[in-house]
């Protein structure tokens, strides 16, 4: 069962409150690396597929492990919920559409946004997987998670097609569904929508393509190097779930039941969750040897959603009048991290680059075993140069606030040494992390200050992109084709790039950031 529906099943009194509150390779003579790649930035990344096309080229599709995002539009969420938009309860979403202007959304969406960069600052950050969810609401085809994004599906795709003319050797995988499921059909898929609407919107992607998109008969993604798929002007590789209905089968598209899909273990049981993805990158050659042969692209999620139960408590602690101390305590232990008793991470983002911290343990031990790694992965939280944020100050904040306490009543913030404002006044009841009590404040000109113990590594980051390139480039260079000179520069420009941004590790027990554990 879905996490929205288990909001609106478990308590009528938040569904209430929620609905209702007001080319060929180059020579080592030839090869060009452009001039500012060698720096701590994005430049690189943009075009690394191009940059690396010496080592790559020769590799097909399915060789390679591509970065991607998860949910990858949620950085451009509006204030509609979308039709279709609660899994597996399309009546009430309907219902929550219609609302839609008359309800607060604000908080529902800090619930369903995973990611803060735009689709083109992902893309120029080395993301090359597109997590595409759309339905068809509110009249048209649009991006969603929970809520319907602000622009058409077609003017983020017509976004792509502009980035793609200006980066002439990168190519780009998506899958489209509503929520990530591979081979749902019909109505399972797309709640309510005809096959006509379908059929138009892929017209219209095809229209604005064209050649981009590959044409699976004469380029199969198990067999074709990228070389050769770039020569062809192949570069869009467009998974289709629902795709009978949604593409009449067209053969510019493969079906979205093609994507082996494996999905983490939620953080609420992270030690599980690490064994299991320890296992999955010591098996990853294997499996994917045994997709390539049925020409299946092996995908793996290291994103999760909060913990069961968190959602609800979060919803109480917005909307209603509740034991604060309690509400807390009762969330964080949700998340069963050693001696993380007291912080309720308030949002989707927090819930990412908490579960991101874990995530880069596995990523990177799997790199430094010299393990294999899926097709791609998908994952929240992309930050810039090509990182995951894995701090505990959210995308979204301008502080780190995990531990904090309320100043006494006053006219301006006064928090004191090891401690910074967030912005946030309380003129009413207020209680610290650890339940101290601030009552209201008489005078209306005064309002209590939250404070916010300064943390360790708040905006800490991990080299997500660079390591997947680094992979690449070690599988690309052990090839019979592959040039020496070409790999020892190359590898060398990524290793620099990777120590930029390292596994990074401490003890922060109020933000759930342990240093030793789990054990890997």
Not at 290 to 295: A, L, P, S, V
Request: with cysteine; net charge negative.
């Amino acid at each position: 069962q879905s996490t929205w529906g288990r909001i609106f099943q478990k308590s009528q009194m938040i569904v209430l409150v929620l609905c209702f509150q007001s080319a060929a390779a180059p020579t080592p003579a030839s090869l060009s690396i452009l001039p500012d790649a060698f720096n701590s930035n994005s430049s690189f990344l943009s075009d690394w597929m191009g940059n690396t096309l010496s080592i790559i080229g020769n590799l097909t599709l399915l060789d390679l492990s591509l970065p991607g995002s998860h949910d990858t539009m949620t950085w451009d969420l509006s204030d509609v919920i979308a039709d279709g938009g609660i899994d597996d309860h399309s009546e009430i979403a309907n219902v929550l559409n219609q609302l839609s202007g008359k309800v607060s959304t604000d908080w529902i969406i800090t619930q369903a946004k995973c990611q803060t960069l735009s689709l083109l600052e992902q893309l120029n950050n080395g993301i090359r997987f597109i997590d595409f969810r759309i339905m068809y609401t509110s009249g048209d085809w649009r991006c969603l998670h929970m809520m319907q994004t602000k622009q058409l599906a077609v003017t983020y795709l017509t976004q792509l097609k502009q980035w793609l003319s200006q980066h002439t050797k990168e190519v780009v995988v998506l899958w489209f569904s509503k929520h990530g499921s591979a081979c749902a059909t019909g109505n399972d898929q797309y709640p309510d929508v005809s096959i006509t609407h379908k059929l138009n919107f892929w017209g219209e992607v095809e229209k604005m393509f064209e050649n981009l998109l590959i044409d699976a008969r004469e380029t199969r993604i198990n067999e074709t190097t990228i070389n050769e798929m770039i020569a062809k002007g192949h570069r869009v590789v467009i998974f289709a779930s629902d795709y009978e209905e949604m593409t009449n089968s067209s053969f510019r598209a493969i079906d979205g039941c093609k994507i082996d899909n494996q999905l983490t273990v939620n953080i609420a049981q992270e030690p599980k969750a690490a064994s299991a993805e320890m296992e999955r990158f010591q098996t990853a050659r294997d499996r994917k040897a045994n997709d390539t042969e049925t020409g299946k692209f092996y995908l793996a999620s290291l994103a999760n959603p909060q913990p069961d139960g968190v959602i609800e408590l979060a919803a109480e602690l917005e909307y209603t009048d509740v034991d604060v101390v309690s509400n807390r305590k009762k969330c964080a232990e949700l998340f069963n991290l050693p001696n993380m008793t007291r912080w309720c991470p308030p949002t989707l983002l927090d819930v990412s680059q908490l579960t991101n911290y874990y995530k880069q343990l596995t990523i990177d031990a799997a790199f430094e075993n010299g393990w294999d790694f899926p097709n791609a992965i998908y994952i929240d939280a992309i930050d810039v140069d090509g990182t995951i944020r894995i701090g505990p100050q959210s995308q979204a904040a301008k502080v780190a606030c995990t531990d904090f306490k309320w100043s006494s009543c006053s006219t301006k913030a006064s928090c004191g040494s090891g401690y910074e404002p967030n912005g946030e006044t309380e003129h009413l009841d207020a209680h610290d992390s650890d339940g101290t009590k601030h009552s209201f404040c008489a005078l209306p000109w005064e309002a209590h200050y939250k404070c916010c113990a300064k943390a360790k590594n708040p905006t800490g980051k991990f080299g997500y992109v660079d390591t997947l390139i680094a992979h690449n480039l070690r599988k690309g260079c052990t090839s019979k084709d592959s040039i020496p000179a070409s790999c020892s520069q190359l590898q060398a420009l990524v290793a620099s790039r990777r120590a930029n941004y390292p596994k990074l590790v401490w003890d922060e027990y109020s933000s759930g950031r342990l240093s030793t554990w789990p054990s890997l």
